[in-house]
């Protein structure tokens, strides 16, 4: 057993997981991102922008309804 306590107090420091990746650190932009040929990124990109059009739409009614109780 090395020193320490905690759930991988059975390795030694340099095999714990905080040993390399410390707190904070980026670990998911080592990560390589998926290639996506130009169509599935257009129809992904309208999607998205139908769905943040109607988050718009909700949000509005919601101003809306909270400036006409004042």
């Not at 905690?6 to 095999?15: A, H, I, Q, S, V």
């Not at 707190?23 to 309208?46: H, I, K, N, Q, V």
């Amino acid at each position: 057993m090395y020193p320490g306590r905690g759930p991988f107090r059975y390795l030694p420091p340099w095999l714990r997981p905080g040993w390399w990746f410390k707190p904070r650190f980026c670990w998911w932009l080592m990560l390589a991102s998926p290639f996506y040929d130009s169509r599935t990124e257009l129809e992904w990109l309208r999607r998205e922008r139908e769905y943040l059009r109607e988050w718009l739409r909700a949000v509005e009614e919601r101003i809306k309804e909270l400036e006409e109780e004042e």
